[in-house]
């Protein structure tokens, strides 16, 4: 069982930034990839950045590439995602997620458990 904690989000103008934390519960971090999905009002969950257990291998959605940076700290028990020159488009829910695959980390259906959300909102 693993449970997620996000922090980090609120109230940026566009252009700036944020860091988002996800703090993990138990001994067994390392053996979960991680995941960032975001959930804007009226639109479906979808994925944002994912990393691999040992921090190896990262993915994008495409429009955050370059803008957004996700990474993690096994003894921390933590993984990041730092967000830079924010946009408005990028307003919504932002969950954590653990999976315990390696593989297919774009994909919601993946991902074993998940963070209750944190708001991240970009005025213009």
């Known amino acids: 069982q693993v449970q997620l904690v996000e922090s980090g989000g609120g109230l940026v103008q566009a252009g700036g930034s944020l860091r988002l934390s996800c703090a993990a519960s138990g001994r067994t971090f390392s053996r979960y990839s991680m995941g960032w999905f975001r959930q804007a009002p009226g639109k479906e969950r979808e994925f944002v950045a994912a990393i691999s257990r040992s921090a190896g291998s990262t993915y994008y959605e495409d429009s955050v590439k370059g803008r957004f940076t996700i990474s993690r700290d096994n003894a921390k028990n933590t993984v990041y995602l730092q967000m830079n020159s924010l946009k408005p488009e990028d307003t919504a829910v932002y969950y954590c997620?653990?999976?315990?695959?390696?593989?297919?980390?774009?994909?919601?259906?993946?991902?074993?458990?998940w963070g209750q959300g944190t708001q991240v909102t970009v005025s213009s």
């Open positions: 997620a653990a999976a315990s695959p390696d593989y297919g980390l774009g994909s919601a259906f993946m991902y074993d458990y």
